[in-house]
Every structure is written in C-alpha cells, then in structure tokens.
C-alpha cells in the first residue's frame, strides 16, 4: 500500500504542461508562419490588419454607394471532409470551404469582401494546416476576397487522429437598391444555369455511401464510366466559385434572382427566391451532368426525384432573366468561357417541375 501511494504521490508532484495534455502550442506557432505567405496572397486594399492580432481590421470604399449593407455568410464543407482524410489530401477543402459561403453571398448580389476560417482538430500538423489555409486562399483569390484571419483550435480527445473540422464565414457588400432577392421575378422569365465541376460540397453521404460501401469502391478505384478518373479524384474534385460570372453578369444585365444549389437541390434552393403563386419548370436534357452523377446513380438504384433533391446535378449557379436578356446574359457568359445552358422558366402555379427538354 505505502508503494501504490508512493507512485501516486510521485505522479502529483510531476509538472504537467499544456503539451502534456495534447496541445502543442509551438506546432501551432509554426503553422501560423507556413500560412503566413498564403494569407498574403489574398490581401486586398481594404485590409488594414489581418493575421496575427486580435481582431482582423478592414475598411471597405463605400464612395460610390449610397446605401451600403453588409451581407454575410457561413457554412463548412461537411462530410467531404471524410473523402480527405482517405486520400490524405488537405489542400482542395480549404476552396470548397470559401465556395459555400461566397457563393450564397454572391446570390444577395454582393461584392464579397473577407473570409475568415475555422479549422479544429485533435492534433495540430503544420504541414497539414498549411495545405488547408492554401485551399483556404486559392478559393479567396478565386472569390476576389481577403483571408484576414480565422483559428485553428487544438481539441485532443474530440476529433480522431488525422481528423478536422473546417468551416468559415464571409461578409460582402452591396448597395440597398442593387439587392437581388427574387421579388420582381415573373411568369417566362427565363432560368440560366451555370455549370458545377461535380458534386461540390454537397450529398457526399449518400455519395459514399453508395459508391464507397454499397458498391464496394475505393478511392483508388477509377469511378465508373468516369473516363479514367478516380473515385477520390472526382469526389474531391474543388467547388467552383462564381464571382467573377455573377460580377460580370450585374455589370452588363439585371438578373432578378440568383440560385445558389447547395444542400437539398433543386427542390429546396430554387423555391428560396422565386415568389408566392409561381414556380418553375427544368428541362433536364439542356446541360450534360458531369459523369459522377450517373455512377452514383445507377450504383445506388436512386430515383430522379432524389438526385434532384440531394445533388447540384451539374448546375452550380442559375440566373433568372427576363426573356429579353436571356440572350445577352448567355453570350456573356459564353464570352468568359463559360457553358451555360437554358434550362427553364417560370411558370404559373408552384414548386418545381423536372421535365424532358422537349417537354411541356
């Protein structure tokens, strides 16, 4: 007994440390002075302070609006994250982080400003935090924005080993009276739709678990009917970011609403902008999906109805246009090498209709 208390005594008298208990605060110092050059890359003339202080400090030019608003944003990249840690890939998250946020923001009709991100972990790696801040600032450069700060906040004993969390938000401006919330949108205005590069960042439970547990596949695997790409690739294929088409869409038209399909697909997105007593029909046949689509598809038996549902199927961004400046507006975006496609209207009555392309 007098042993057993001794050890007892001998193990209260050692002196702990932070880093004792999971937290290595000098690793955390180094990965802030690998980000550094990154963060550097998305300065923009607003930002008066960013890294290293308490609070990100920016001034925006308000010169030329009358009535400035804020618009802001947050979301996090979800269960894609899962795809990463199995290819331990690290530096493409960090875009589809800032894409989810910047592109609903962009739907307001807002100039995105800044981003500020959030990573958790159970163990800080420096390398590895890096390589998500470099997806963090090609996504800013992308979304013309500047990371001005965010945390990365060590929680050993809350995410596996290898695991992390990455969210963030965004803040863009707008003046009052150039605000797009779909309130002027009418029966035959003409849907746009702007292509996605794949699945972005939304439905990857379903998608793994179809394509990684139902159908057996690794990461590794080629995706079938992909074309030679693999399942990893395809689905940590980035998310685009859409400043530079919607930017140049508010210079030369007026779309009136702006669509942003994210979680819940067409269904659920399209239905946020457009008014009481309308809705709208898609003519399915007027884009061509990216093949990841149909492999999750026929590998799940899911129905049309679900995908619509659960997945951007291959439209990442809409504009509805009056039909006098559907044409304009595709030219323009033909103009920035872009594929858009006309694919609906607006109709009388509700909800959303997905018909064949030479339906009615």
């Not at 400043?243 to 659920?268: S, Y």
């Amino acid at each position: 007994m007098s042993e057993h208390g001794g050890n007892k005594e001998k193990r209260m008298a050692e002196k702990l440390t932070y880093k004792d208990a999971g937290v290595d605060t000098k690793e955390g110092e180094r990965a802030v002075k690998r980000m550094a050059e990154h963060v550097e890359r998305t300065r923009t003339a607003g930002v008066l302070a960013g890294l290293g202080g308490f609070g990100s400090l920016y001034q925006p030019d308000l010169t030329s609006m009358d009535e400035p608003v804020l618009v802001a944003g947050t979301d996090g990249v979800g269960t894609k994250l899962m795809v990463a840690f199995l290819m331990d890939r690290h530096d493409t998250v960090g875009q589809d982080c800032v894409a989810m946020c910047v592109n609903d923001v962009l739907c307001q009709g807002a100039s995105p400003l800044f981003f500020l991100d959030y990573i958790a972990t159970g163990r800080v790696s420096a390398e590895k935090i890096e390589q998500i801040v470099k997806g963090v600032a090609d996504g800013c450069v992308l979304a013309e924005c500047a990371l001005v700060g965010g945390e990365t906040a060590e929680m050993p004993g809350l995410y596996g080993e290898g695991e992390y969390d990455l969210a963030g938000f965004c803040v863009g401006l707008v003046d009052k009276r150039h605000i797009i919330d779909g309130h002027d949108v009418r029966e035959g205005d003409k849907i746009i739709g702007i292509p996605s590069s794949g699945l972005h960042s939304n439905g990857y439970s379903l998608a793994r678990k179809v394509l990684l547990e139902r159908a057996g596949l690794r990461v590794t695997d080629p995706l079938p009917g992909g074309g030679g790409v693999s399942v990893g690739d395809a689905l940590l294929t980035p998310t685009r970011i859409y400043t530079k088409q919607v930017k140049a869409l508010l210079e030369k038209t007026r779309p009136k609403a702006l669509i942003h399909i994210t979680g819940g697909g067409f269904f659920e997105n399209i239905p946020r902008v457009i008014p009481d007593g309308l809705g709208v029909r898609i003519r399915k046949g007027a884009w061509t999906p990216p093949l990841i689509f149909a492999a999750i598809a026929e590998a799940g038996g899911i129905e049309e109805g679900e995908m619509f549902s659960t997945f951007n199927m291959g439209i990442g961004m809409m504009a509805i246009a009056p039909p006098e400046e559907a044409e304009e507006a595709l030219a323009l975006l033909r103009g920035l090498g872009e594929d858009p496609s006309l694919i609906g209207e607006v109709e009388a009555g509700e909800g959303v209709r997905i018909i064949d392309n030479k339906g009615s």
